[in-house]
C-alpha cells in the first residue's frame, strides 16, 4: 500500500516570499506520478504540478516547482512570490496505474497561509 | 477543457431519506469516475471506484448498500446515498479520468446535510 505524509499541518508566509511545503511518500512501485492540488475556500480541488518519476527533471509551473527526491522519496512543492491568492490547502498525492486506473492516495494536507 | 460538473451543489435531506449526486464530464468520455468523501479540515478519502459498464469498486470500510454507485455511460456517474442520517454529512467529491488521460479531473464538490 501508498502512503504519503505531509508533516507541516500548517505553514504561512509573507506575500511576495518563498514557501516550501514538505511532503514524503512510500511505496514499491518504480512507475507513479506525483500530484500537488490545491483546495482553496471554494474546496475546488485545483492540480497545481505534477511530476512522472521516470523523469529525473523537476517540473516546474510558473511560480510552483518541485524538488523531487527519488531515492529518499520525497517530493516538495516551493511557491515563489507568494501571492495572497496562495491561501488554501495544498494536498501531495501519489497515483500510479494499478488496476488499470490512476488511484490517488493524498496526503493529510497543508493549511499555507499568505500574510500581506 | 477537461470539465467535471457536480449537481446539486448542496443538498439538505431529512434523516431516513435517499440522495442522488451527478457527476457528469462534459467535455470528455470518463473511463472510470472515482468518488470521495472529505470531513471538515480533513484530507478526501476515496469511497470506491466506478468504470463505464461495471460494478464499482468500494474501499474498506465502505457500506456498498448504504453508497450506491452507478457509472451507466462515459459521461455520468451517480452517488446515491439510500436512508441517509446525520453522520453521513460531509462533502462528496467526484472526478473523472479519461481514456489515455493519466490524470484525474475534479468536481466541483457537493454538501450534503442530513437533518
Known amino acids: 500500500a501508498q502512503t504519503v505524509t505531509q508533516s507541516q499541518p500548517e505553514m504561512s508566509v509573507q506575500e511576495a516570499e518563498t514557501v516550501t511545503l514538505s511532503c514524503t511518500y512510500d511505496t514499491s512501485e518504480s512507475n507513479y506520478y506525483l500530484f500537488w492540488y490545491k483546495q482553496p475556500p471554494s474546496r475546488q480541488m485545483i492540480l497545481v504540478i505534477r511530476?512522472?518519476?521516470?523523469?529525473?527533471q523537476n517540473a516546474t509551473e510558473n511560480r510552483f516547482s518541485v524538488n523531487f527526491q527519488k531515492a529518499a522519496k520525497s517530493f516538495s512543492l516551493k511557491i515563489s512570490d507568494s501571492q495572497l491568492g496562495d491561501t488554501a490547502m495544498y494536498f501531495c498525492a501519489f497515483a500510479y496505474s494499478g488496476a488499470g486506473s490512476y488511484q490517488l492516495t493524498f496526503g493529510k494536507g497543508t493549511k499555507l497561509s499568505v500574510i500581506p | 477543457g477537461a470539465v467535471v460538473s457536480q449537481h446539486p451543489s448542496r443538498v439538505i435531506c431529512k434523516s431516513g431519506t435517499s440522495v442522488k449526486i451527478e457527476c457528469r464530464s462534459l467535455?470528455?468520455?470518463?473511463?472510470?469516475m472515482f468518488w470521495y468523501r472529505q470531513f471538515p479540515k480533513k484530507s478526501l478519502m476515496l469511497m470506491a471506484t466506478s468504470n463505464e459498464g461495471s460494478k464499482a469498486t468500494y474501499e474498506q470500510g465502505v457500506e456498498k448498500d448504504k453508497f450506491l454507485i452507478n457509472h451507466a455511460s462515459l459521461t455520468l456517474s451517480t452517488l446515491t446515498v439510500t436512508s441517509a442520517h446525520p453522520e453521513d454529512s460531509s462533502f462528496y467529491i467526484c472526478?473523472?479520468?479519461?481514456?489515455?488521460?493519466?490524470?484525474?479531473?475534479f468536481g466541483p464538490g457537493t454538501r450534503l446535510t442530513v437533518t
Open positions: 472526478s473523472a479520468e479519461g481514456l489515455g488521460r493519466d490524470e484525474q479531473y
Open positions: 511530476q512522472e518519476a521516470y523523469k529525473q
Open positions: 467535455d470528455f468520455q470518463a473511463t472510470t
